[in-house]
Structure formats: C-alpha cells, structure tokens
C-alpha cells in the first residue's frame, strides 16, 4: 500500500477471507496492509450483510460477528446521516446497497477500502487492491 494512509475499511468478502486462516485468497501484500495499519475497521453494514446471508442459509461464520472484530483488534465503523447521504449523491458504479455504503464511508470518513470488487475503481476513494 502506498502512503494513502493507515486507516482501513474491509469489504466485507476481505474481512471473511482475513478471518479464515485456511483462505488463501488474501495475498501476503494486503495481509500486511491490514497488520500494519493505524485501524481497520469493519462497518456495521458489512455487519448487516453477513446477518442477511447466515439468516438465508448462504453462510456459515465460525464466531460471532463481534468475537471477530475483537479478537482481530478492528473497529466497528457505525452508520450516520452523513454516509446514508453520500450514497444518495454516488454515481450508480456499483448496484450492491452494501457495496455502495461501503464507498460513502470511505468517502466520508477518508479511509482506503481494503477489496477485489473492481466495481470500486471509479469511485473517488483510495482502495488497496485485495
């Protein structure tokens, strides 16, 4: 990673990958991205998203969602006004609602998102390519 800065947002297939030791998705690149970080932190949306496919029967997490953030040491990133009203100013690059609260707290918040979905390149935010 560049000198973007050290404060992170995971998309929330990279926090899964993170999380699973047995994933090799991750390159070594972006493993240390995320350990040397300042902060890494996880929205709650991604939060709501992982809830949505447990409670579809999609998938299945090892932990609970909070046991992850704590035993990674990431910081839950909350919702404000301010992001649900950058999603309504966003260009319409990425259809997913998730993915795009997603861009508009890495907007709003000046964080680099940590993902592979290259629906993410036309957005004015920094990303650390997973």
């Known amino acids: 990673m560049t000198d973007m800065g050290r404060r992170l947002l995971l998309d929330t ?3 899964l ?4 030791d047995r994933e090799s998705r991750l390159g070594d690149a972006t493993r240390d ?7 890494v932190y996880v ?5 709501w998203e992982l809830a949505i496919k447990v409670s579809s029967g999609k998938l299945r997490l ?9 035993v990674n040491e990431f910081q839950l990133l909350p919702l404000s006004l301010a992001h649900v009203e950058r999603v309504a100013t966003l260009p319409r690059h990425h259809g ?21 979905d290259r629906a993410f ?3 004015a935010i ?5």
């Not at 920094?126 to 997973?130: D, G, L, Q, T, Y």
């Open 17 to 20: 990958w993170w999380s699973d």
């Open 13 to 15: 297939h990279v926090l």
């Open 96 to 116: 997913d609602p998730f993915d795009r609260m997603l861009a508009a707290q890495a907007m709003h918040e000046g964080l680099t998102l940590v993902t592979h």
């Open 43 to 47: 929205s709650i949306a991604s939060a």
């Open 62 to 70: 090892d932990m609970p969602f909070q046991a992850v953030l704590d």
């Open 121 to 123: 390149a036309p957005y």
């Open 33 to 39: 991205d995320i350990w040397d970080a300042d902060v």
């Open 126 to 130: 920094p990303v650390s390519w997973a």
